[in-house]
């Protein structure tokens, strides 16, 4: 058997994961590993993992894909979500902005933080959700130019959740954006999308990193992809919304570490100071996917050839 047949037996996927504005430095692994020769043959995708995912599906260039990226988080519509809403509700500065109340909250600060935290509990109980979710498909839309999952060159799954069914889906055949869309429905934060019958949300609650997705898809060298953040200061929780926020954050952080440890190779780009509602300076959030893929490119390639040697 030759060489390039075995290769064919290696079929390496990526697992992109969710996190907003941090999950854009997997648009530079991407970029790492194209121009490395590393190929990817499946992908799966979880929220903003999943709009890279799809979009690398399509056009499997990377420079292709950082123009469409670029343009998403750019875009009117994207703007038009108000994203900056969920920053104002939490009191949480944008990358380069000075964090607030430094040297404690006074008296205006905490009456901020009082209405923030009453307007955002008559949003939870009057509406389905903080932000509308036209807009979003507006602009994946845009992005995808009406594609769907069978017109993808690389094979591609968006991971979403059955708020009914309490189960994973995977979302492998229809409209791209609507697909996607559905993968990125954080609740309460964007509504639920139905889609064949299913109510459908934010793919993270289950696969914050899609590891088992992959393995579904046909891939049997995973590569990972962790932008998860490193947590909050304990001083930060000073209410009880704040403190069951971290309380989900830690087992969905338990989460990931344990699908984590199921990949072939894990590329951390953890570093990265930003909430998830900050598409602000995606340059920098990119640039740190680069040298964290950069860093483990040796690793890749020694899992992928161990794979090689599997087959005769």
Known sequence: MSASSIRKKVRVGIALSGGGGRGLAQVGTLKVLERSGIPIDVIAGTSIGAVIGGVYACW????????RVLAFVRSKYVANLNLATIRRLGGIPTVGEEAQNETGPGLFDRIQTAFRGLYASHLGLSRRSVLGGKGIQRALRMVFNNRTFEETVVPFGAVAVDLREGCEVIIGSGDLARGVAASAAIPGIFPPIELNGRLLCDGGYTSPVPIDAVNTLGANVVIAVDVSQRGIAVSEL?????IAMRSSEISLIALEQEQL??????????????????????????????????????????????RSRLFL
């Open 60 to 67: 499997p260039d990377a420079i292709e894909l950082e123009k």
């Open 238 to 242: 000073g209410n009880g919304v704040e």
């Open 261 to 306: 440890r199921r990949a072939d190779a894990v590329i951390s780009a953890r570093g990265q100071n930003r909430h998830w509602s900050d598409f602000s300076q995606p340059e920098e959030a990119i640039h740190a996917g680069e040298v964290a893929c950069e860093q483990m490119l040796d690793s890749i390639r020694g899992v992928i050839d161990e």
